[in-house]
């Protein structure tokens, strides 16, 4: 039995997804040891994305059963209509199966997917997207200089050596002080991130006017959604080390994988760094929340919208059941 009519029938139109859906997966079981500023991180990251992204968006969040503090903030931004769509898993399944479940779900033309301790800075998406405009059969990109070993991006240099209005350059072209930038925040003894750079020379490639080094990583990038779709669901019986699966298929099929010159995102790690200016880390935990785009409108007051659920429900015993 059916009393009254249901009111969505009376609405003409519903909002569209953004062109672009940013996408990113979080796992604190708790906060201590390992994760102790993992919480403070993950603030910070989101703070970035909310704060910083130059073209419309929809942020997606997969939790991979966090404790609950993680989650009660991650619920106050989804109630704050910051986190569009928010799924909380009732266990860890792991990157790849929450890679499956988003890049499904994405709305969006364009996916940028972020591991939740990355801050992103003014301005990071549009070079991003204008990367994946401007070449014809770009894989995925990645927002900071990457050095990476050459075999994970064969098909990128393959493909710049063999394509009209493309060239590339192969040697030392990134310096030790932006390469330890980022290579130092991965937890690994110096010496050996800087053997790893002796040994391995970046490939720079110049197409129609526009530089960029061959090598991507999952850690962070953004990627056309049909793109994606080929490759998933990817295997996911294990909760870390499957993610070079993406990276392998990319490849393999002739898709080419990139990462910008300038610094348009920064991996932190686990750990707050000593001096947040000299990255570029903006102290967002001690700022007010960061609003949504476009700020609050009067009709998003929380007591005017309690007074009109009243109102509603009012009329709705008048009309249907009395």
């Known amino acids: 039995m059916r009393v009254g009519q249901n009111p969505a029938k009376s609405i003409n139109q519903v909002p569209q997804p953004a062109e672009v859906t940013v996408a990113v997966v979080v796992y604190i079981p708790f906060i201590g040891g390992y994760y102790a500023e993992s919480l403070d991180i993950l603030k910070i990251c989101l703070g970035s994305i909310i704060s ?13 059963a966090s404790c609950p503090e993680v989650r009660d903030y ?35 033309r ?6 939740a301790d990355v801050y992103h800075y003014p301005g990071w998406l549009s070079p991003l997207v204008e990367a994946l405009e401007l070449f014809p059969n770009a894989g995925m990109v990645t927002g900071m200089p990457l050095l990476a070993k050459e ?41 050996e991130v800087r053997q790893f750079y002796q040994d391995n020379p970046i490939v720079r490639i110049d197409y129609q006017g526009r ?21 998933f669901p990817l295997s996911a019986d294990r909760p870390m080390g499957q993610v070079r699966q993406l990276d392998e298929a990319l490849n393999q099929t002739g898709y080419l ?8 995102i920064q991996h932190i790690g686990n750990v707050l760094p000593d001096d947040r200016s000299k990255a570029g880390i903006q102290a967002f935990l001690q700022a007010s929340p960061v609003q949504p785009a476009g700020g609050r409108s009067f009709w998003d007051l ?11 429900s009012k009329s709705f015993e008048i009309l249907y059941r009395k």
Do not use: C
């Open 52 to 64: 910083n992204t130059d073209r419309p968006f929809d942020l997606m969040v997969f939790d991979n």
């Open 74 to 108: 991650l619920l106050d931004l989804h109630r704050d209509g910051r986190i569009q769509s928010l799924t909380l898993s009732d266990r860890n399944l792991g990157k790849v199966a929450a890679w499956n479940h988003l890049f499904a779900a994405a709305p969006g």
């Open 110 to 115: 364009y996916i940028a997917y972020a591991d």
């Open 151 to 191: 075999e994970m991006s064969s098909a990128t240099v393959q493909w710049a050596s063999e394509t009209q209005g493309a060239s590339l350059e192969r040697g030392q072209l990134l310096s030790w002080d932006d390469f330890w930038r980022h290579g130092g925040t991965l937890g690994r003894p110096e010496d």
């Open 211 to 231: 530089q960029y080094y061959a090598g991507a990583s999952h850690f962070q990038f953004a990627a056309h959604k049909h793109i994606l779709q080929q490759f």
């Open 257 to 264: 994988r990139l990462s910008t010159l300038a610094y348009h």
């Open 302 to 312: 929380k007591p005017l919208q309690k007074m009109l659920r009243w109102v509603y």
